[in-house]
């Protein structure tokens, strides 16, 4: 019996172009409301700024429904900025989590319409304890921004939705002010990427900017050495064992004289095949590369491109060798 061929749905060109169409209608429409809001950054902006800056405590954001979302990213931003923050849902804080907001602190209130209910029902609660309160509203003639110590205005007229029910541009707004003020109070903070670094450890920034040598390297047993007394061929079973491609040719107070890698050994083999009796104070590096175990992971890259190398030796200030690693700890590591 014949088997039956797959059915190949045929998607006319027509679609494709109807739904890029409105996909590019989208953007154009959002790229339009984020515009308008080079216009509406005044002195009100810098006020919220300032007002944030001299905060004793944290920035706190809320905000309902889609606003929340975009608030939550918002609080996280600043957070990982400089700028102490966390998210509350205004739900919640009707239920309890208001007291999780102390007078030290700053509410930074999010709400397009300016009118949620849940919104509303914890301000009067908020201005009683004297609590700055910022709104980011498009309706300043709302209750929020009644009730706000400083407006932001993200006001659109046009929704990228063609229903003009789904928040869209008026989110991607919000999230954009909300950058800009990440962003200028980062700025006045004098803000540092190793500032960045401590609020993210985990991330691929984080470990090229914290983390050291000695967080990484071989040590004690696993770094591989050899006096200098010691043949060829104890130093490729001690290279063998020890797995780094290399190994660290030391003399009796343990500092290193010199090293020999997988790469001096087979260029060696290309002059003698006695690697038994040859010794290795013969033929090892004595200009090899090294550096301290305090020094930063990633300044080691450096030096293995500079150097055209793929391991290099740790000493300490007496030059003595107190480690080892090569390329594969940098790429495990997430430094490189």
Do not use: Y
């Amino acid at each position: 019996m014949e088997k039956a061929q797959p059915i190949v749905l045929d998607t006319s060109s027509t679609e494709d172009q109807s739904l890029i169409s409105s996909g590019r209608r989208v953007i154009e429409v959002e790229l339009k409301g984020v515009s308008s809001l080079l216009a509406r950054l005044d002195h009100s902006f810098a006020e919220a700024c300032r007002i944030m800056l001299s905060c004793q405590g944290r920035i706190v954001v809320t905000g309902m429904g889609k606003s929340g979302h975009i608030g939550g990213k918002i609080a996280a931003t600043l957070a990982s900025t400089g700028t102490p923050a966390f998210f509350v849902h205004p739900g919640d804080a009707g239920h309890g989590d208001l007291g999780m907001i102390t007078h030290d602190d700053v509410v930074l209130a999010l709400s397009n319409s300016g009118d949620s209910a849940e919104l509303l029902t914890i301000l009067p609660i908020l201005k009683r304890q004297g609590i700055p309160l910022i709104a980011m509203t498009g309706n300043c003639d709302s209750a929020l921004a009644r009730q706000a110590d400083v407006i932001l205005d993200i006001g659109l007229t046009e929704e990228a939705c063609p229903l003009g029910l789904a928040p869209t541009t008026s989110t991607t707004a919000t999230l954009v002010m909300g950058d800009a003020l990440a962003v200028a109070l980062l700025e006045e903070r004098g803000f540092t990427r190793e500032d960045f670094a401590f609020s993210h450890p985990s991330g691929s920034l984080g470990r090229k900017l914290l983390l050291k040598v000695s967080d990484i390297m071989h040590s004690g047993d696993a770094m591989p050495s050899v006096t200098s007394s010691a043949r060829v061929l104890d130093a490729v079973l001690e290279i063998t064992a020890k797995k780094l491609g290399m190994t660290a040719i030391v003399d009796d107070q343990h500092k290193v004289i010199g090293i020999f890698t997988d790469g001096d050994l087979r260029r060696l083999l290309q002059t003698t095949d006695d690697i038994r009796a040859t010794p290795i104070s013969k033929v090892m590096n004595t200009s090899c590369a090294t550096i301290m175990p305090e020094a930063l992971a990633a300044e080691t890259v450096r030096i293995m491109e500079d150097r055209r190398i793929n391991a290099l030796l740790v000493v300490d200030e007496q030059n003595c060798l107190v480690g080892a690693l090569n390329m594969h700890d940098l790429l495990r590591a997430g430094v490189v």
